[in-house]
Each structure stands twice: as structure tokens, then as C-alpha cells.
């Protein structure tokens, strides 16, 4: 039976926006991105991602009238009530400004407002590396951290929706502060900014030749020390496991509480796979008590950097079927 | 309707072993208790554990054939299937050890193991401070800090059933070993010994006249301080909002993962009651996001010492009635 809706997915994140037109099934048609520019506004932003969203359909012969549904993924803890980003640390501009519900007039149809990580979590849960758990962590690392979880095979939100901030789990109190209001978080240690920072130091103290030596602290993305470790180079290795070593003892510490089945990793950082993901179960075995920690498995995201607009594709379109 | 029948409930601890009849609304009838003993090991144990229960049975005219069920509450990971205690930091030596099935022979009756916290957990739920709550965690303070989950209105027990063990999620990943194999956990910061180890490390930097100055650093048991922090002592009261600071640290990291409604918080060093619940408050506001922070109580366990044995008796009869 073929997919025979398509709807318009926005995953909005602290650095770039995703579009994305996405089939019923689950199967993406098109994509583009644009960046966020967080710092200048919610309302500026809007009329960017409208743009963007109407090129797109455009692109795919998409029509207003036959868009299914309209998914809109954010950072922060989202109020899916009332369609409002309540608290997001790397987009503190856009809190409370009614983004659903504006691009939802503009294109004419249904929008509905998720966390970003939920979103992704149920993407990788319906059609990615977590298909068929009951038990299942997934997180998103990127500018920020963001995680989701299910529970006994439902999406799990907590009781008043604000569940899943795995990036916000403190790692070393009196480590650095977070945009949060707390300090020592686990965003702090695997973030893109603390990767960047990893990076500087560790090519300040130590002189062996690295290529990451030619770039200012603000171009060691990490794009850039990823391509350089599968480049072979050492130091962008020792880089990314440090920075999987954090991640270990955070997913430690979830798996003593939690016991999952199965942690998904995706967003941009992950992209370093192995690289990230190896040093991150070692620790978890080292410091994860015994039952919980020798059998959880983390992998990467199935879904790349398209989880979060296929899960609120999906999200979406059960929302208006079921509204 | 009456109670009509009784069980018999043991709850073993790294430091004390309380037993207790129980009748099945969850009313307790009479308890006793007998230290652990934990390093002369499990049969001893056993063995001390079966002369206490026979003599509580003899004292309110329980004969064996009008037990309805043995429910055991032990700490550490419970493999409730096999009925065995699989790893306990605490009870190391009792580990594998099938101290159901020899406690069930001897009294006669089927026994059935839970984890003393899940079980702490489910007597608070059914009975005490968490009645009618779908989101709930609380936790016992004693020697180890242990943990359970009500998600959705259900006990949660995670894939393998090892969920809930609080005590282990780290608070400073380069903070002090624990016994479980990671380091810096809140079990380090929040239980018995490392209440000891901070009254003695502030007595010995702080030259402030306390009663707890007459103490050897092994008579600072949490009710010592408590008693001194009661009557005004105020270096004995700094320790206890250093300790409860701490627990806030922990809570904060949970409520941001899981969004809770409510917080009980039971065991021993938990008597002090505000006098560390009112410290981890604040913390826990501090460093919560605002959504899952700002609406999560904190409050202390309504069953005392006896939520785990209401907790355990109430389960082992529901697993009677179900096999």
C-alpha cells in the first residue's frame, strides 16, 4: 500500500532549521536547511522558515491544500497544549513567541509543536535504530544535548511533559555553568561548544602536529575534528574520546536509574560514530552497575540528522487524525 | 472489612535487619530488629534472620500455617524471577545467595524477593507519601541510597529489572570511589559514612564550639548529628544542609529526566527531615530547569523504617494471590 500523504516537518535547533516533506510512511522526499540565527528573533526567524518551506513544496510540487500536517520540532521544554516553547537555553529568544501557530496560519493547515528530542526519539522508535524496544533512551547531540525516552513501549513525558532532558543531568557540580541556571551538565562535556573547547586546550598543552593547529578555537566544529580524526590524525581522536568518555559516564548514570534496553545516539556530534560512540560504552561498562550496564547497547542513530522531522512528521499526523 | 490476614516481612540492609507481621491493608502489628552482620555472611545471616522471625511469630501468636506470604526486601539488584539478590555494594558476600527459597523452606510458606527500595517504593505509593501519585521517586537514606520509580502509575522496574538504584548516578565524576565500581556517586555524598567523613572534616577546619567534638569519627552516626543539629548545634546543622545541598544535586538531574510530581524521601539519615530536605529544595530549584523544577515536591516518607516491609508484604501477597 503506497504512502498517499505527504506533510511539512521544521526542526528548529540552535544553530540550523530543517525542512523537510515527509510521507506518511515515514519516507523523507526532500529536504533543505537554513540557519537559525537565533539571536535575532523568533518573528525574523518565522518569516525565514516560511520562506524556506514554501521553496520546498515548491521544489516538490506540494500544494497548501494537500499538506497533511504541519510538525514543528524545537529545542527546549515545549507546552504541546498550547503550542509554546517554554524553556530552551539555545534559543532563549524564541520562548513563548506562538511559532506553531503562526506558521500554521501562514501555510493554512494544523501545526503542532514537539521537543526536538521527543521528536527524534520517536522518529528513531517508529522507523530507526530503536524499532521494536520497550526500553529505549535516544539522545541528540549537537549545540545542545537532547534525549527522549519510552518506556514500557510508550513515548514517556513526564508529568508535565518537561521529561527527557538528558543533556541537563549534572556530571561535576562544581563543573562550568550552563545556560540551564546549573552547572556541570552533561551538554557542558559533549555539547559542540565543549567539544571546541576540548580541542583548544588539549592543542594548547600538548605538541604533537595536528591538522586542527591551522583553525581558531571558533572553526574546530565538530565536522572539522571528525574529518580530521578519519584523517587519522591523533589528536582529533583524543578529542572525540574524550568527549565519548563524558558521554559514558552521563549514560551511566541513566542506566543505573533507567535499566534501557537500548541507547540511540544521533545528532551532528555523533556523526563522529565509533569515534564517539566505542570510548562512550567503555566507560559505560566501567561505571554502570552490573546488570543494567553490561547489556545495554548504544549505537547511532539509524535516521541521521532526519529522525526529529520524521518523528514530528509522524507525531503530526496522528495529531490531526486523531483531533 | 477487617484485615484477616497476616505476612511476615523482612527488609535487609547493609547495616540492620528489621522484620515485621503485617496484615494485608498494610497496617504493621509488631517489628523487631537485628543487626546484619553483613561480612559473617548470608547463612549465618539466614540463620539469626529465621531465630528473630520465629520469636516475632511466638509474640503475636502467628503460627506458620496462618502465614499468608514471606515478603523479602533486600539492597541491591534483585533478580525477582530467580528470587536472588545478583549486586549489592553493601551485601556483597550475600550475593547469589538463595535467601528466599531457604527462608521460605524454614518458615514453610512461599517468600519472594524484592529490591528494598522498589519495595520502600511501593508501600509509600500504596500507603504512605505517594498515595494516588502517576510520577513518582523516592528514595531511602541510609548506608546506601536506594531508589524506585512509580511512571504512569506503575511500578517501574526497567528491562532486566534494574531500575531505580538512585544512589549511583554520578555527581562528580572525578568525586570518590564507590563501592559499585564508578566514582563520585550521590550515595557518596548523601549516605551514612559520608555524613561521618563531612561532620569530621568540618570539625577538624572549623573551630566553632559543637557537641559533636566529644565524637570519634565513627560515633557520627546520622542520629547523632540529627540530635546534635536538634538542639541547636550549628556546625552539626551544616552538615546536614551540605548533605541535603548534595541530594539536591542528585534530584535536580532526575526531575529533569524524568519530570516528576513527587519526591519521597525515607530511610534513616532522612529522619532529620527539613533539616536536609529543606537544603535540597533549594538546591533542586536552583538547578532544575524550570518546567520539571519549579512544581516538584519534596517530602518526607510517611511509613518511616516500615515502608519497605508494608511495601514487600503488600507485593509478595499480590504475587501469592496471582500464582
Redesign the interface.
Given at each position: 500500500m503506497p504512502a498517499s500523504h505527504r506533510s511539512l516537518a521544521i526542526d528548529v535547533g540552535g544553530t540550523a532549521v530543517k525542512l523537510a516533506v515527509v510521507w506518511d510512511d515515514g519516507r523523507v522526499e526532500a529536504t533543505t536547511e537554513i540557519p537559525t540565527h537565533a539571536d535575532a528573533g523568533p518573528e525574523a526567524g518565522a518569516a525565514r522558515i516560511l520562506d524556506a518551506g514554501r521553496d520546498l513544496m515548491e521544489a516538490v510540487e506540494l500544494a497548501p491544500a494537500e499538506m497533511h500536517a504541519l510538525g514543528i520540532a524545537s529545542a527546549g521544554?515545549v507546552d504541546r497544549d498550547r503550542n509554546l516553547v517554554?524553556?530552551a537555553p539555545n534559543l532563549r529568544r524564541w520562548e513563548n513567541y506562538p511559532l506553531a501557530a503562526n506558521l500554521g496560519t501562514a501555510f493554512g493547515v494544523p501545526a503542532f509543536l514537539e521537543n526536538d528530542a521527543s521528536a527524534m526519539t520517536y522518529g528513531e522508535w517508529r522507523c530507526g535504530a530503536g524499532r521494536d524496544r520497550?526500553?529505549l533512551l535516544c539522545l541528540t547531540l549537537g549545540t545542545g544535548v537532547g534525549?527522549g525516552?519510552i518506556?514500557?513501549g510508550?513515548p514517556?513525558?513526564?508529568?508535565?511533559?518537561?521529561?527527557?532532558?538528558?543533556g541537563?543531568?549534572?556530571?561535576?557540580?562544581?563543573g562550568p555553568a550552563c545556560p540551564?541556571?546549573?552547572?556541570?551538565c552533561l551538554e557542558r562535556y559533549v555539547g559542540a561548544p565543549a567539544i571546541a573547547v576540548r580541542a583548544a586546550e588539549l592543542l594548547g598543552r600538548d605538541s604533537r602536529p595536528s591538522a586542527l593547529r591551522s583553525r581558531a578555537e571558533r572553526e574546530l566544529t565538530p565536522r572539522v575534528i571528525r574529518e580530521a580524526a578519519t584523517a587519522g590524525d591523533t589528536l582529533a581522536i583524543e578529542v572525540l574520546a574524550a568527549t565519548g568518555a563524558?558521554l559514558g559516564?552521563?549514560l551511566?548514570?541513566?542506566a543505573?536509574?533507567?535499566?534501557?534496553?537500548r541507547i540511540v545516539v544521533g545528532g551532528g556530534v555523533a556523526k563522529a560514530g565509533d569515534l564517539i560512540l566505542e570510548p562512550a560504552r567503555r566507560v559505560l561498562r566501567?561505571?554502570?552497575?552490573?546488570?543494567?550496564g553490561a547489556?545495554?547497547e548504544i549505537v547511532a542513530a539509524a535516521l541521521g540528522n532526519q529522525a526529529a522531522v520524521v518523528g514530528v512528521a509522524l507525531l503530526a499526523l496522528e495529531r490531526v487524525q486523531g483531533s
Open positions: 521544554i517554554l524553556d520497550r526500553h534525549g525516552l518506556i514500557d510508550q514517556y513525558r513526564g508529568a508535565r511533559g518537561a521529561g527527557g532532558e538528558i541537563h543531568i549534572t556530571l561535576d557540580r562544581n540551564c541556571g546549573s552547572s556541570g563524558w559516564v552521563g551511566a548514570s541513566l543505573n536509574v533507567l535499566d534501557m534496553e566501567e561505571r554502570a552497575m552490573s546488570v543494567p547489556r545495554v
